[in-house]
């Protein structure tokens, strides 16, 4: 079964790293954490939470048995941000921040990196614009130099700017390759409209229209203190963390709270059948959720993990095992800020694809009727089961504090969460889909055979030529 994660703010990633062999997530096994612990001042896993008078927001969770540091640093902009006419600038943007700044060349800038042993990732997303790195906690604060350094003095290289201009077209002429990549183009564009539904990729005509100058608009607009979230864990003091970010960060740029409104999504109830080439029919589905701060929020996790929560799922034993209709099936959700999707997807023959419509929707639409306390059960595990082994890694404790602070403004503790997935009962799963029902749908077929059961002849047909 092809699983997909849930996702706030869906990006494309980069990582950059010729870190030696840290122990990125490990724990402490050969010596007491009690004097660590006590070194840190706080006890241990006990978030806090704070606003720097220049505007920055940070949490950190010290976790003093750990080998590692590890922090996100999220500015609040992402494609959502974009000019029309410049789309794909943001990812352009994040490209070429480390191409050379006012005093490092691009070289020097990644050996400094390598030298602390860096592990590096950036992302562009929907609202966001992520660099998350894992170091060893001693060069914490040569890290946040090294960042707010990226962040704050980019110079934009004219060769780098072309450089990556032109990858990013090559990455759009290999995505015609990619079918399910260009499903999640298309149903991404459908569902949420022309401002949240953007790709990171852009277009070819919109790329064509970069240069250096629509870069630094775009970083003089949004690179502000007001616009950035920071979450920290591991072995690391909270006044450590303050320092350093108070040192390298004051000063930088606009201190107003800015970034986090809702943007509206613009739902497009409708069946669109996009012509190409292929020996699989690929179907993507969807339907309005709810968002991650709704109270309805672990209701409709734990609907998901009955559909396609592993290979017990509805969908994979229904589906797959038992009428064999499909190569892969899947149920996953998204949640930008104020809004949420589900999403229901598969790969099948052309001639078995209005009946592999046909029974996705209906396996969502019978969890009503026929739902048993062993699935419910065995649903809610597998999340805490998720939940608390996360919490084993230092990167991912960082990435959900960040989410937390990017969705509530708060850290919610592991323990919250889990009491209200384990409290969701079968009479919350049936009122939750018949409050969320499944009559207004988003359908994006790709393949060689438009659907029949969802109105195919009447769909909207567009022809893409196969490479």
Known sequence: MHARPARSDRCSLRLSTNAPNLPMDGARSSRSSGGIERSLGVPMGETVHEHLSC??????????????????????????????????????????????????????????????????????????MTFTCTILPEHFERAIELHAELLRRPTFPEEAVSVNVQLAKQELIALDDDAQGIVDKLISRQAYGPVLGRHALGEHETLDRIARADL?????????????????????????????????????????????????????????????????????????????????????????????GGMSGRLFTEVREKRGLVYWVSAWQETPRGAGMMFLGASTTPERCDRTYETLLHEVDRLADDITQDELDRAI??????????????????????????????????????????????????????????????????????????GGSAAKATRTASR
Do not use: M, N
């Open 55 to 128: 505007g920055l927001e940070y949490g950190v969770i010290p976790l003093p048995d750990r080998h590692v540091v590890s922090f996100q640093i999220r500015l609040l902009a992402g494609t959502s941000s974009e000019p029309p006419r410049t789309l794909g600038l943001s990812r352009v943007v994040e490209e070429t921040l480390d191409k050379g700044t006012e005093g490092y060349t691009a070289r020097e800038l990644a050996d400094a990196f390598d030298a602390i042993g860096a592990g590096r990732q950036s992302g562009t997303g929907r609202e966001t």
């Open 216 to 308: 630094e608009a775009y970083w003089r607009t949004h690179f502000h203190a007001g616009r950035i979230i920071v979450s920290v864990a591991g072995a690391i003091e909270p006044a450590r963390v303050a320092d350093a970010l108070t040192k390298h960060f004051d000063g930088f740029g606009r201190s107003g709270r800015e970034g986090r409104g809702v943007i509206p999504i613009e739902f497009t109830p409708r069946t669109t059948h996009h012509d190409k080439a292929l020996e699989q029919e690929h179907i993507a589905i969807c339907w309005p959720g709810v968002d991650a701060a709704h109270d309805e929020f672990p209701v409709q996790q734990v609907t998901l993990g009955i559909l396609s």
């Open 381 to 454: 595990t597998g999340i805490v089961a998720s939940q608390e082994t996360r919490g084993d890694a230092t990167r991912a404790r960082c990435g959900e504090l960040a989410t937390d602070l990017f969705f509530f403004g708060r850290p919610i503790p592991i323990e919250e969460k889990v009491a209200k997935v384990q409290a969701v009962t079968i009479e919350d799963i049936r009122r939750y889909l018949t409050l969320h029902p499944r009559d207004r749908l988003c359908v994006i077929t790709l393949g060689p055979r438009p659907l029949e059961a969802a």
